[in-house]
Structures are given as C-alpha cells and as structure tokens.
C-alpha cells in the first residue's frame, strides 16, 4: 500500500521561491503519476501542475505556467513542485494526488489512488 505525504510548506514573501515534497512510501511509487492541486480559502481545489508516471510528460495550469516546475524522483520516491515568484495569489493548501500509471492529465478526484494531506503555503504581499 503506497501513501503519500507532502512537506516543504511556509510563511513567504511575494516574490520568493518555495519547493514543495511529496513522498511516497511503498513499491510502486515508479509506476505513479504525480499531480499537484491546491485549496485556498473560500474557493474550490484547483489542478496546479501534474507529471506522468515516466516524469517526461508534465502538464500545468495557465496560473503557474512559466513560473512553477513538478518532477519526479523514483530513486527518493518523492515528487517535487518548484514554486518562484510567488504571490499573494499562490498562498492555499497544496496537496498531491497520485494515480497509477497517471498521464499528468487531471482526472476526477475520486480516481486518485492516493491523496496526501496537503501542506499549508502563504504568500504574504
């Protein structure tokens, strides 16, 4: 049984950078496809950036394109999210979901494998 729990979460300025985790337990984190939502207050989960389960295709919202980067580390069983140039817009609780086999394509929640338990990010102005 994999799990999978985020970190790297914090307090930062607009403008900063901010590289979030998500590490998986268990064999078959190399057959997983990786994705990054995020919730902010008020608002529904939104698909941030997703990478399929080789870590050579990626996929990103038009919000974070240009300015954030996932990828995948089978070796550390650990997905990352390379977040510059934050802002104030940015700050929500990020979450990673992970699918077997996953294309980066974002697909209806409950297809998921497996979610993490989201990490806190705040972008102060």
């Known amino acids: 049984q994999v799990r999978v729990m985020e970190s790297g979460g914090g307090l930062v300025q607009a403008g900063d950078s901010l590289r979030l985790s998500c590490t998986g337990s268990?064999?078959?984190?190399?057959?997983?496809?990786m994705e990054w939502f995020r919730q902010a207050s008020g608002k529904e989960r939104e698909f941030v950036a997703g990478?399929?389960?080789?870590?050579?295709?990626?996929r990103y919202s038009d919000s974070v394109k240009g300015r954030f980067t996932i990828s995948k580390d089978d070796a550390m069983n650990t997905a990352y999210l390379q977040m510059n140039r934050l802002t104030p817009e940015d700050t929500a609780v990020y979450y990673c979901a992970a699918v077997l086999w996953g294309s980066a394509q974002p697909i209806n929640d409950e297809e998921y494998d497996f979610w993490g338990q989201g990490t806190q990010v705040t972008v102060s102005s």
């Open positions: 268990g064999r078959s984190f190399r057959a997983l496809g």
């Open positions: 990478t399929d389960w080789t870590g050579s295709k990626t």
